[in-house]
C-alpha cells in the first residue's frame, strides 16, 4: 500500500485565490481526517469523515474552509478565499477502527 | 471532554541516555491511546499504541503501559540515540468514536 496520498506537497498562492488540498486515503480506512499544524495552534483537527459522511466539522475555521469526500478513496479540502493566517501544513488522516491513524505527508501551503 | 496532556519541551539529551515522556489523559470509557513522532519536515507516523487497561505498546525500544489508575501513558526508551530527536505527540480515541485528541507535542532533542 502507498500510504495516505496527499497532493499538491507545496502550495504557494496569493491571497485571495482559491486552493484545493487533495488526499487518497488507505483502500479500507473508513474514517478520514482533515489536521492542521502550525508553530502558534499545533495540531489542530479541522473535519473528520466516517464512510464519507462528515461526522464533525466544529474545528474548521470558518466559511472559507469547506471539505468534501464524494467516495471512500478522495477528499477535498478547500479554501476559498485563502488569506495569509492560512499558511501552515495540512495533513490528511485515515484509520481503521482500533488502529490508529495512518497520517499523509502533508500539504505545506504558504499564502502571499 | 475528551483531552490529552503532555510534559512541555524541548526536552534534550544526550546520547543513551534514558528518555520519559510524561502523557496524562481525561476521557470517559476506556479509550485507545497512542503515541506518534513526526521527524523534521515529515507527517505523523504511529510509534505505539494500547487499547486497554495494562496494556504496554512498545516499537523501536520505545515503551508505554495504559495506567488508568492513574490515567497515564508516559512514553519511555533506555538509551536515545541521535535519530530518535523528533516531536513526540500523545494522542487518545474514544471507545465509542474515531476522533483522535492529540497533546500539545514534546520536541526532544538528542546530541551525540
Known amino acids: 500500500d502507498a500510504g495516505v496520498i496527499q497532493s499538491p506537497r507545496h502550495e504557494v498562492t496569493e491571497m485571495g485565490q482559491e486552493v484545493t488540498l487533495r488526499c487518497k486515503p488507505i483502500?479500507?480506512?473508513?474514517?478520514l481526517f482533515w489536521y492542521r499544524q502550525t508553530m502558534m495552534r499545533g495540531l489542530e483537527l479541522l473535519i473528520y469523515?466516517?464512510?464519507?459522511?462528515?461526522?464533525?466539522d466544529s474545528g474548521m475555521p470558518e466559511d472559507r474552509f469547506s471539505a468534501k469526500m464524494p467516495n471512500a478513496s478522495f477528499s477535498t479540502l478547500k479554501i476559498q478565499p485563502s488569506e495569509p493566517r492560512d499558511s501552515a501544513v495540512y495533513f490528511c488522516?485515515?484509520?481503521?477502527?482500533?488502529?490508529?491513524?495512518?497520517f499523509g505527508p502533508g500539504t505545506r501551503l504558504t499564502v502571499l | 471532554g475528551n483531552s490529552v496532556t503532555q510534559m512541555e519541551g524541548p526536552v534534550t539529551l544526550s546520547e543513551e541516555a534514558f528518555l520519559t515522556i510524561n502523557c496524562t489523559y481525561t476521557a470517559t470509557g476506556y479509550p485507545s491511546l497512542f503515541w506518534y513522532v513526526q521527524y523534521p519536515g515529515e507527517g505523523l507516523q504511529l510509534l505505539l499504541k494500547?487499547?486497554?487497561?495494562?496494556d504496554k505498546g512498545s516499537n523501536k525500544g520505545f515503551e508505554a503501559t495504559y495506567r488508568k489508575e492513574t490515567t497515564s501513558f508516559h512514553l519511555e526508551k533506555g538509551s536515545v540515540q541521535v535519530s530518535d530527536s523528533a516531536v513526540y505527540f500523545c494522542?487518545?480515541?474514544?471507545?465509542?468514536?474515531?476522533?483522535?485528541?492529540f497533546g500539545a507535542g514534546t520536541t526532544v532533542t538528542v546530541r551525540a
Open positions: 494522542a487518545l480515541s474514544p471507545d465509542n468514536d474515531y476522533k483522535l485528541s
Open positions: 483502500s479500507g480506512h473508513n474514517s
Open positions: 494500547a487499547t486497554k487497561a495494562d
Open positions: 488522516a485515515s484509520s481503521y477502527p482500533g488502529q490508529g491513524a495512518v
Open positions: 469523515f466516517n464512510n464519507n459522511v462528515p461526522i464533525d
